[in-house]
């Protein structure tokens, strides 16, 4: 499972709808590029979600991480976000919608 970092994809399941990501600690990067931590992926803008119609809303935000924190390793006291980050849309339907890592943005460090 690798760490993320500001440079990752993520993207709603409708695969086109990507989500904009932002770092929000400087103490540990990879590459010069700062790591993901808990909350980043939470409440970020998801844009070009092409899921749109009359009764349909796309996906614009991400909701809460569901999984993909490590259970191991904290910066500055917030886990650090793996690979494996997952959780819900605001898109329709409620609730079945989920965003997920496209790619980590480094392939150098892993946890496990």
């Known amino acids: 499972m ?3 970092t500001e ?15 932002t770092a929000t600690q400087s103490l540990v ?18 844009v070009g979600c092409p899921n749109v119609g009359p ?3 796309p996906c614009t935000s991400t909701l809460p991480v569901q ?3 490590s259970s191991l390793i904290r910066i500055e006291g917030r886990k650090v976000c793996l690979d494996e980050v997952t959780g819900l849309t605001d ?22």
């Open 2 to 4: 690798y760490w993320l």
């Open 7 to 21: 440079d990752a994809v993520m993207v709603c399941a409708h695969e086109t709808g990507i989500v904009g990501i």
């Open 29 to 46: 990067t990879i590459g010069k590029r700062r790591v993901l931590v808990a909350a980043d992926p939470e409440s970020r803008p998801i």
């Open 55 to 57: 009764t349909i809303k």
């Open 67 to 69: 999984q993909g924190y």
């Open 91 to 112: 898109g329709t339907p409620p609730g079945t919608v989920k965003y997920h890592v496209r790619s980590a943005g480094q392939n150098l460090v892993a946890e496990g």
